[in-house]
């Protein structure tokens, strides 16, 4: 896979050519039209435009390069900046190639451009910078884990003091190391056979549940957001997932203090994210991630979590949507669209590997038998010692689709 800093090289070129091309030909039409399609006239129009055009073509790289494509929204003040300061330099150079002198009058006479000769260009980049450019750029640079069908799964080791970790709503139990590494690996092979792509998040040894990679980041398209987790234990965790997921090209995000957040307490459906107010996430982690996903499209709903360590302990969502969850562990059911009782505690969670096909814990075979005979294909996979920690199918992994 091309590394991100290549990719948004290629795409802030891309755009840059593409702004520069329509602006150019828009402009050269306009005026050429205006001297009623006399060819004759192609050689004083060409190197007049010419100029302002390589200016947009530069300016509009450079702005790409610097995050000036990355919204629409900032895509439209970035093209109304490169317009104007393009045709303002583009005529400049050009004054200076014919050895005009910058006396007040040819002042006078760029500026009056604008609402002249330079006003074709000048709105022709305008325009064709947050839209032409814009979608230049994202065809390009989206071409990554989250938009070329490659799936990618972010996975992290258990560390060697696994055991020690967190547990606040059942009894703890001795948890085999020995097992639980043999179960990761499991875990990660099916999520690879199920035609995942996964990478390992540097190994935080020392910090015991740094496993549940999943509570350190939630993604959004090729949008990250770091938690800030609920247990002051955990936050050391969220620099290694940073990290990888900078590797991967997306854009990062971030819960800040006082404001907490787990990336299990977050589930996604749709457009619509529900995140567990409970222990772990406060009510000003809450506010803050739907401050930064609103103007990705997604509705945060805020759900009560009483009964269980996170949002995602309780309930997970199939691929169709329905949410699914075990009735004793759900604060408030009816708050989901479409909700759907599994018998076990542990078939409340499911990743979802495609449109058909779910991965679930062996522990849940009721709950496995119901899902199947919805019509989706399980892969189960033990995870016995994890669940030990209160951990589940969605814990293990951050997956970016």
Known sequence: MTTSWGRRLIASVSAAVAVGAIAFIAATFVLLAANQLNAAALGSITPYVMYNALVALVLTFAAALLGGLVRRWIAVITGVVVALVSTLLGTIVLFTALNVGFAAAAWAQIFQSFIGLNLPFWLAVAIALPTAGYAVYHAIDDESAFGSGTRIALVRIPATNLADGLVTHIDREPVDAELADKQWDAYVAALSQAGWQTVEVASADGLADSVFVEDTAIVFGDTAVISLPGADSRRAETPGTEAALRAQGLRIERIQEPGTLDGGDV??????????????????GIRQLRALVAPLGYTV????VTKALHLKTAVTALPDGTVIGYEPLVDNPSVFERFLPVPEAHGTAVVVLSDDTVLMSSSAPASIALVEDLGYTVVQVDISEFEKLEGCVTCLSIRIR
Not at 267 to 284: C, D, I, M, P
Not at 301 to 304: A, C, K, N, R, S
């Open 267 to 284: 589930l996604k459906v749709g457009s619509t994210v529900y995140v567990g107010r409970g222990g772990r996430t406060n009510a000003e």
């Open 301 to 304: 709903v805020g759900v009560p």
